[in-house]
């Protein structure tokens, strides 16, 4: 009898990915379903006078590119792969000992109820999901936009039945959806927007505003919906555009300096239950040779130990410092003897507490040269620390004919309560002339005796072993034993999860055998790009969707862009206008002068509301405005409140709080009225015309 919680948050937290966390400001698509051209609307993208020209740079034909883009060919798909595959077996499994808190005071967030709109959520039809995110407006305020398939009637249904639920009303709560005269529905709070629902031919959209819409193509390409996709063998696009420009043309520093345009994540499910994913970018091919210089593809195979929790093979070449540098010796020491290839072997610990053992595996060219470098070291040192009355750090002991070497880490002084004391430790494996493998060297940092550490590894070494990388398409490869890391991990999980009072004991990880498979993962790197690829029970690279979204829903133009000097400008209005209305209450009258604010604001300890970013003229004006002094941010130690950035136009019945002229670019002033009311004000020749309530860019600040 399957578990009453069967995988609901697993199976549905990825699909609802663009539904439910949409309602949250969450979304972005890969590869997908479009239906009007790019239109997206804000105080910083819409031109206040005919002056002002929309920048080109990094942009689409109709508007800015997307900063991340999610698509989901079919929700029903991707619920029905993830219920079959191995990480639903782990959930499944393991949930049954996780009791979700009780919010009995309603203080805190509560999971249940979460978990009961999760649910709700999972009834919801099959639909395709298409998303982009965009950076947020001048304001900082996020544009986000989400194609299904329904219409929008049964959109706004299935919206309005999950807000009805008397477990939404618990993290929902105040929210209303509204229906609109011209058809739409406005998602909102009783102050403050939260989203658009609207058409889109036979689908609907659902958005951060009515004016931000998905581009013309995605990914480059377009999808009707589910039914053209239903042969896609990949569940999940994502794509990070790196190159998506701010409302000034400026890109990332990934783009700008390593010319990648963007990143790229598909995933799927195999016919055995294991995710299958792809994650792959693209540089410009000047640096990627640079960068082949020193990251190279592992020629030699490593034998590792099977009973470890991870091993990888990796080549880095730092002109033979790398061994050195692991090791703790000095640079040069081990020399030229060394390959840049190295194989990392992440054990069980053999110490007091389990703290698992690291061990580098270092091809040498001469055994006999690196024992005879590191001897010699060891006397200098041994010598040099004499002269200051220290204890020798190095030493030497044998193992048969071949030398020990190991390092005291109480040398240096007392450790404390240290939690554990890692000790390195460099010994010696003989080379196989039948298999053609040269002799090793190996440095292991471990809490365990040096005589200790070098008998788990020949005890590791003696069971099985697998050979990195195992192919040639693998530049650098990994593989991760995760029924070894949740055999580690159980007994002290079971003891965090057995307070509850309806939960199970943790499954053993003999019972989850099946599903706990290893995860391969090959690194492949070529002068043009990199390219990732994961087979595994676990979708690590699924995980980076939330992320990438996250962190697109919060991006904002740089420092000095004239978006980012805007949106911090309206801020810091809104901050004075809030103290202006304290003010207010207490003397009957709006102040008359920014000096009268300083009581209520305390502008020595927020200097910040006084201060606006240098903006950016340039990269010739920027250095001679360095070079004879520039506006500096005010100093911390004046003995005044400096104003001057600040105009107050008052009357005993209006009052106005602006910026002085001259610092906006494409704006005589920023001000805001005593109806709390931003108002960007037009440059023009002839009248200095306030931007009020019915014009465009008044209708962007609502």
């Known amino acids: 009898m399957p578990s009453p919680h069967r995988f609901v948050p697993i199976r549905t937290g990825y699909w609802v990915l663009g539904a439910a966390l949409a309602l949250l400001s969450v979304a972005n698509a890969e590869g997908v379903v479009p239906r009007k051209p790019v239109k997206i609307i804000s105080a910083a993208a819409e031109p206040p006078t005919a002056e002002k020209k929309e920048p080109t740079s990094a942009r689409g034909e109709s508007g800015p590119a997307a900063r991340v883009e999610v698509f989901i060919p079919s929700t029903e798909r991707l619920g029905h792969a993830t219920a079959k595959s191995h990480l639903a077996a782990i959930f499944d499994a393991v949930s049954g000992a996780i009791q979700l808190p009780n919010n009995e005071s309603g203080e805190q967030f509560d999971l249940a109820a979460l978990y009961k709109v999760v649910t709700e959520i999972r009834s919801w039809p099959e639909t395709s999901l298409a998303a982009a995110i965009f950076m947020q ?22 919206v309005q039945g999950l807000l009805d639920l008397e477990t939404s009303r618990k993290i929902l709560a105040n929210v209303q959806l509204r229906k609109r005269e011209d ?69 990332s520093v990934l783009s700008s300096l390593l010319g990648i345009r963007s990143l790229r994540y598909t995933g799927g499910l195999t016919a055995s239950g294991d995710w299958t994913e792809r994650i792959s970018f693209n540089w410009n091919p000047a640096i990627g040779i640079f960068i082949k210089g020193s990251v190279k593809r592992v020629k030699k195979q490593f034998d590792c130990p099977a009973d470890a929790y991870l091993v990888a093979a990796v080549h880095v070449d730092m002109g033979g410092g790398l061994a050195d540098g692991i090791a703790d010796l000095p640079n040069g020491t081990t020399g030229q003897s060394t390959y840049g290839e ?88 003989p080379g196989d002339p039948e298999r053609k493998t040269e002799d090793r060297m190996i440095v292991a940092e471990t809490t365990s005796f040096a005589e200790e550490a070098v008998a788990q590894w020949r005890k590791l070494c003696r069971r099985q072993t697998v050979r990195l990388p195992d192919g040639a398409d693998a530049h650098w490869q990994a593989r991760i034993s995760w029924r070894r890391i949740y055999a580690q991990i159980e007994p002290y999980l079971g003891l965090a999860t057995a307070f509850g ?187 200095n015309k306030i931007v009020g309530v019915g014009s465009p860019a008044a209708a962007n600040e609502r």
């Open 137 to 158: 407006d001048s304001e900082g305020r996020p544009r986000w936009v989400l194609r299904t398939d329904w219409p929008i009637e049964q959109l706004a249904r299935r």
């Open 183 to 251: 058809g739409t529905f406005s998602l909102e709070l009783p102050e403050m927007q939260l989203a658009v629902l609207r058409a889109d031919g036979s689908g609907s959209i659902i958005g951060s505003s009515e004016t931000v819409e998905l581009p013309e193509k995605l990914y480059g390409r377009k999808a009707a919906g589910a039914s053209n996709d239903s042969d896609t063998p990949s569940l999940v696009f994502c794509r990070v555009n790196l190159a998506a420009a701010d409302d000034e043309g400026q890109s």
């Open 342 to 429: 190295m194989a990392v072997t992440v054990a069980p610990g053999d110490g007091f507490f389990p703290v698992p053992d690291l061990y580098y595996q270092f091809a040498l060219k001469s055994e006999k040269k690196v024992i005879d470098a590191i001897r010699k070291f060891i006397d200098e040192d041994r010598d040099t620390r004499a002269e200051d009355d220290l204890e020798p750090a190095w030493h030497e002991i044998k193992s048969g004919e071949r030398p020990i070497f190991w390092r005291d880490p109480s040398s240096d002084g007392g450790s404390g309560m240290a939690f554990a004391n890692f000790r390195t430790v460099i010994f010696f494996q």
């Open 501 to 687: 009072e309806d939960t199970r004991p943790l499954p053993s990880a003999e019972s989850l055998n099946d599903a706990l498979s290893d995860s391969t993962i090959n690194i492949r790197i070529e002068t043009s790009g990199v390219r990732v690829t994961h087979l595994g029970p676990i979708p690590l690279g699924m995980f980076l969707v939330p992320t990438v979204v996250a962190e697109a829903i919060m991006s904002r133009g740089s420092a000095s862009s004239e978006s980012e000097r805007e949106r911090l400008a309206c801020r810091n209005l809104r901050v004075l206008y809030h103290h202006a209305k304290l003010f207010n209450k207490d003397y009957g009258r709006w102040p008359a002068t920014v000096a009268e604010l300083d009581g209520y604001v305390d502008f020595n300890e927020h200097r910040h509301l006084l201060w606006l970013p240098e903006r950016d003229r340039g990269l010739i004006a920027g250095i001679v405005s360095t070079a004879v002094g520039g506006r500096a941010y005010p100093e911390a130690d004046r003995e005044k409140v400096d104003d001057a950035i600040y105009e107050i136009e008052w009357t005993p019945t209006e009052w106005q709080l602006r910026f002085r002229d001259g610092e906006f670019r494409d704006y005589k002033t920023i001000a805001i009225d005593a109806d709390g009311e931003i108002h960007r004000v037009p440059k023009d020749k002839t009248k």
